[in-house]
């Protein structure tokens, strides 16, 4: 998880607590990314909103997990800092959770930019609205996947319960191809192997996959 931090660390505190559909709060070896300014020392306001969202996520994810970012906030070199610190500090399911709800405007943009240059990973980015009224949670992938006519229909396909070879025989190709297609789409998290240990996986849409389809303005899904 990775977070701008500013005078006000509630926003944190409710996301680091938050329950998620496919991700059930912080656990052990989790690792967190505090962004700040360099010299944030010299804000109080700063310095104990760190230390509240230290004292609830440290005794959880462990010390060692809990990384403080200071940044320059002149030029380009706050993203690529950003990025390259999430990079080294990616977890084996490769999941990003950006929490954009504080910090100076600056910080919320970068690390926004810094996580979509970083490819193969599972990104959700979460803002919560001022009022503490609720949240935005959305995941990148199907905004970052391509416009792919093919893969909207292998989507529906799929969706209607239709098998690899049924939606290859449709689009008049090897089920070879829409196997290598279902790879890529894979990499978006669009779909999802039921089971990936047989021969030919079964796929399955994700949320993602519908939110791609209603981007893509397919009649498949409702809007």
């Known amino acids: 998880m990775v977070f701008p931090v500013g005078f006000d660390e509630k926003f944190i505190v409710r996301a680091l607590v938050r329950k998620r559909e496919d991700h059930d709060g912080l656990g052990r070896g989790d690792k967190l990314i505090a962004v700040v300014p360099e010299g944030y020392e010299k804000e109080q306001k ?7 969202i230290k004292s609830i996520a440290s005794p ?6 809990f990384l403080i970012l200071e940044v320059p906030t002149n030029n ?4 690529l800092k ?3 610190a999430i990079e080294k500090n990616l977890t084996t399911d490769r999941t990003i959770i950006a929490v954009l709800s504080g910090g100076m405007r600056p910080l919320i943009v970068a690390t926004l930019l810094a996580i979509i240059g970083i490819k193969d990973t599972r990104t ?3 803002s919560d609205f001022e009022n503490l009224s609720g949240y935005i949670s959305v995941e990148l992938g199907p905004f970052l996947a391509p416009y792919n006519r093919r893969w909207v229909k292998i989507l529906c396909g799929l969706l209607e319960g239709k098998s690899i070879r049924a939606v290859a025989k449709e689009l008049g190709v090897s089920p070879a191809t829409i196997t290598n297609e279902l790879k890529e789409i894979t990499k978006y998290h669009l779909v999802k192997p039921e089971q990936p240990n047989m021969r ?3 796929y399955l849409v994700t949320p993602a996959g519908k939110t791609y389809l209603k ?3 397919s009649d498949c899904v409702e809007t």
């Not at 700063?46 to 509240?52: D, K, L, P, Y």
């Not at 380009?76 to 993203?79: A, G, H, L, R």
Request: aromatic share 0%.
């Open 124 to 126: 959700r980015v979460e």
């Open 60 to 65: 959880i994810v462990g010390e060692e997990n």
């Open 215 to 217: 981007i893509m303005e």
């Open 82 to 84: 950003i990025k390259k």
């Open 46 to 52: 700063t310095v104990n909103a760190i230390n509240s």
């Open 200 to 202: 030919t996986p079964k």
């Open 76 to 79: 380009e070199d706050i993203i």
